[in-house]
T-cell receptor, first 111, second 111 residues
Framework: RKEVEQDPGPFNVPEGATVAFNCTYS??????FFWYRQDCRKEPKLLMS???SGNEDGRFTAQLNRASQYISLLIRDSKLSDSATYLC????????????FGAGTTVTVRA | NAGVTQTPKFRVLKTGQSMTLLCAQD?????MYWYRQDPGMGLRLIHY???????AKGEVPDGYNVSRLKKQNFLLGLESAAPSQTSVYFC??????????FGPGTRLTVL
């Protein structure tokens, strides 16, 4: 089983819509969680960390469900510029510098 | 503040040739990483370093060597390139427990 699994999509949504997707992780001892954004042929960029209580950053909301071992990302009021691949990233231990990356979920926002 | 830079951006090699990829960061990060990214797969860790003069193997180290002689630089070497090493290579750096910051990538083709 992969350490981090994501639905590859694509999720095709109209501008202004809400889109949400999940990521599951295999190791219950995982401590840190992140969402990265990757545009076509570019480097991954840190979008947001995911905290136990859930957190928001503008139109983006991240949630963590430890019992079911998944994290989610919700994008409200989608913009064309939100079109990208979103990578789920998990750190096994808080003092571990190695991250496990999902293969990504592709989101396409259409006009 | 350039962040993480990588050279070269593109390279074509013939099977058996050697090359070195250079990564530099100006954020005074302790940790540096080399990943490869192939279509449909998540980022896979090749080698990493937790400080100047130290290196360690990641998930897919075979066929690669690294050196970290200076804190700000992390070099990835291919001694005898193989077609299976055709990929996009990303360097990243971080502080402990924090998200990683990536360079723009090197697109390598081995013929």
């Amino acid at each position: 089983r992969k350490e981090v699994e994501q639905d590859p999509g694509p999720f095709n949504v109209p501008e202004g819509a809400t889109v949400a997707f999940n990521c599951t992780y295999s190791n219950s001892a995982s401590q840190s969680f992140f969402w990265y954004r990757q545009d076509c042929r570019k480097e991954p960029k840190l979008l947001m960390s995911v905290y136990s209580s859930g957190n928001e950053d503008g139109r983006f909301t991240a949630q963590l469900n430890r019992a079911s071992q998944y994290i989610s990302l919700l994008i409200r009021d989608s913009k064309l510029s939100d079109s990208a691949t979103y990578l789920c990233v998990v750190n096994l231990r808080s003092n571990d510098y190695k991250l496990s990356f999902g293969a990504g979920t592709t989101v396409t926002v259409r006009a | 503040n350039a962040g993480v830079t990588q050279t070269p951006k593109f390279r074509v090699l013939k099977t058996g040739q050697s090359m070195t990829l250079l990564c530099a960061q100006d954020m005074n990060h302790e940790y540096m990483y080399w990943y490869r990214q192939d279509p449909g797969m998540g980022l896979r860790l090749i080698h990493y370093s937790v400080g100047e003069g130290t290196t360690a193997k990641g998930e897919v180290p075979d066929g690669y060597n690294v050196s970290r002689l200076k804190k700000q630089n992390f070099l990835l070497g291919l001694e005898s390139a193989a077609p299976s090493q055709t990929s996009v290579y990303f360097c990243a750096s971080s502080r402990l427990g924090r998200g990683q910051f990536f360079g723009p990538g090197t697109r390598l083709t081995v013929l």
